[in-house]
């Protein structure tokens, strides 16, 4: 797997976990999430991989959009993501959410280790001054 096909996969697998994609032919959350996956929520509280796959199973999805996708990679087969959720058009609003997610790529396969959900502002700055 090359850096170039890289930021395009990485879209795919985070519209998948935050859509909740059920295709069967598809990896899923259980595949994507790495063993020692932590996340902190919009709510700052602190989510283990096991508390992260349970909510996922039980909650209604509701389809979102991601805005401003940008990749950094931080060394070899370690990407940083970031971009903005927002809904999408024909869902109930949310508030809009800035998501960060550090993946690792080992053994061609891309697992997500860490990720953060912050609410973001109703004036969201050009984002691309955030990931030079």
Request: proline share 7%; with cysteine; hydrophobic share 35%.
């Amino acid at each position: 797997m090359t850096h170039h096909d890289s930021p395009h996969l990485l879209r795919i697998l985070e519209e998948r976990l935050l859509n909740g994609g059920q295709n069967p032919e598809e990896p899923g959350p259980g595949v994507l999430l790495a063993d020692d996956f932590y996340e902190i929520g919009c709510s700052g509280r602190l989510y283990d991989r096991t508390e992260t796959l349970r909510h996922l199973s039980q909650e209604a999805h509701h389809k979102c959009a991601i805005r401003d996708f940008q990749v950094r990679f931080l060394g070899p087969g370690v990407a940083l993501t970031v971009y903005l959720v927002e809904s999408a058009e024909d869902e109930p609003v949310a508030a809009p959410s800035w998501r960060s997610s550090l993946w690792r790529c080992q053994h061609d396969r891309w697992q997500v280790h860490f990720h953060q959900g912050t609410r973001a502002a109703m004036q969201t700055e050009d984002p691309t001054t955030f990931l030079p």
